[in-house]
């Protein structure tokens, strides 16, 4: 079992940026499955980027090119960082994880794992 607490967010204009971080404890994160969704009001909770044990990524088509997941396993945290924000990225942020070594997925279901959430603002 791993506990996630998620930290960074914030209200930024549109074309900042802003870094989150999810400090996982109970285990260490080198053999999980990690992954950052986001849900905004109204809205299903839908998968941003994932990463696995072997540093394999996925990116939804959306933020591609402007998010960047990262891990460290000597702090045991879970990055995200986002670049040229846009209003439509305003949502809750959450960290996400899973005991499997497959390839990253950004199917919610898969993940037992879930922090609080923080919450990104983007203004136009």
């Known amino acids: 079992e791993v506990q996630l607490l998620e930290s960074g967010g914030g209200l930024v204009q549109a074309g900042g940026s802003l870094r989150l971080s999810c400090q996982a404890s109970?285990?260490?994160?080198?053999?999980?499955?990690l992954g950052w969704f986001r849900q905004a009001p109204g809205k299903e909770r839908e998968g941003v980027a994932a990463?696995?044990?072997?540093?394999?990524?996925i990116y939804a088509e959306s933020v591609k090119g402007r998010f960047t997941i990262s891990k460290d396993n000597a702090k045991n945290t879970l990055l995200l960082q986002m670049n040229s924000l846009k209003p439509e990225d305003t949502a809750m942020y959450y960290c996400?994880?899973?005991?499997?070594?497959?390839?990253?997925?950004?199917?919610?279901?898969?993940?037992?794992?879930w922090g609080q959430g923080t919450q990104v603002t983007v203004s136009s």
């Open positions: 990463i696995n044990k072997y540093d394999t990524t």
């Open positions: 996400a994880a899973v005991y499997k070594w497959t390839p990253p997925t950004l199917f919610t279901y898969e993940y037992d794992y």
């Open positions: 109970g285990n260490s994160i080198s053999n999980y499955r």
